[in-house]
């Protein structure tokens, strides 16, 4: 089952680990996209709210950990790699290890589901990037395609719904908000090869998972966790913004369904666990945050699940949604600089 590959390599975000990592991390993130120096000053407080450790690395070891048995019993004997777009352990140090291990040929799960610039094609970018550094030698990556309406996917964060839901159970109007990573509108535009891809992929994801859910339950989608410079237009509304018009339709509790990221992420505990958590309070609802899909057994499997239809084109495409995916994005699909895989 693995002679197209000869190693998988998890690709992250990464996070810094101590405190002396947050504005290092920040930097690296920042590069190149003008975030204002007081916007970044803001964000490493809320990671030293944190002792300075984002959750993010923790959680990728536990994924890998849990991943490597599963792998095993389906006769799958990749050997996995983990490399991050934004910290240690960096792309181009995993690559490197990777060329010097003998590896010729990868695949590369991304934890973003999602297609846009910052959730897919600056994947690809910095991949493309962490070859060039490598050199000669520099493993082949191939990315797996999106999985936003895996069953793997859309199980866990319904199951983590209903859970949520039901500590509302005293609660007579209830709204289910599902919220993801805000991007500048530009960058939704491109998302895509006709563009727009992120949001219709995201509103098929909440869809699935309120109608797994909560059949006939109102649901919104709403962003959260913008970056940019105040001048340049996101996508709206921020979950704060959109709490605060709740009260007024009759809402009395809300259940918020963090379905843009796989893991309790720094944006999910700071930007819903403590700062929407505030706001619902100051607004006087009852507010539960559901969880997300972490090391689920059913989203360890998807990626066994996708990694198997990789390897045998045979293999049936576990698929609930309608939109296209692919293996291999178009050229310049996403407003990517590069067009190599």
């Known amino acids: 089952m693995t002679a197209a590959y000869d190693a998988l390599i998890l690709v992250s975000f990464g996070g810094p680990e101590g405190p002396a990592d947050v504005m290092p991390f920040l930097r690296n993130v920042a590069r190149g996209r003008n975030i204002p120096e007081n916007r970044l000053a803001a964000v490493a407080e809320h990671y030293q709210h944190f002792g300075g450790v ?51 040929r990868a695949l590369a ?17 910095d991949i493309a990037a962490a070859r060039a550094e490598v050199g000669p030698g520099a493993p082949e990556i191939d990315k797996i395609r999106h999985y936003h309406d895996h069953p793997g996917y859309i199980e866990p964060h319904a199951e983590a719904v209903r859970s949520a839901l039901a ?41 699935l998972v309120a109608e797994a859910a909560a059949p006939g339950l109102t649901w919104d989608l709403v962003w959260q966790s913008r970056s940019g410079p105040p001048h340049v237009p996101w996508l709206e509304p921020d979950i704060n913004d959109h709490l605060a018009t709740l009260p007024a339709a009759g809402v009395q509790g809300v259940v918020v369904s963090p379905i843009g990221f796989i893991s309790d992420h720094l944006e999910v505990v700071w930007d819903l666990d403590t700062e929407a958590a505030q706001t619902a309070r100051d607004l006087g609802l009852r507010y539960v945050r559901a969880a997300t899909p972490g090391t689920d057994p059913r989203f360890v499997a998807m990626i066994r699940d996708l990694i198997r239809e990789r390897l045998d084109p045979s293999v049936p495409r576990a698929r609930l949604g309608t939109l296209p995916v692919w293996d291999t994005c178009p050229a310049g699909c996403c407003g990517r600089r590069s067009d190599g895989p």
């Open 167 to 207: 500590q509302l159970s005293d609660v007579e109007h209830v709204r289910l908000v599902f919220t993801a990573h805000s991007v500048p509108l530009t960058m939704e535009q491109k998302s895509g090869p006709e563009g727009g891809r992120y949001t219709a992929m995201l509103r098929e994801t909440a869809s």
């Open 54 to 104: 984002s959750p993010i690395n923790g959680q990728c070891r536990q994924l890998l950990a849990a991943l490597r048995p599963v792998l095993d019993e389906a006769g799958i004997t990749l050997p996995l790699y983990w490399g991050n777009r934004n910290w240690h352990p960096m792309l181009a140090d995993t690559l490197r290890q990777m060329r010097d291990d003998g590896v010729r």
């Open 109 to 125: 799960f991304v934890t973003s589901p999602f297609g846009s610039y910052s959730s897919c094609g600056q994947y690809l970018d």
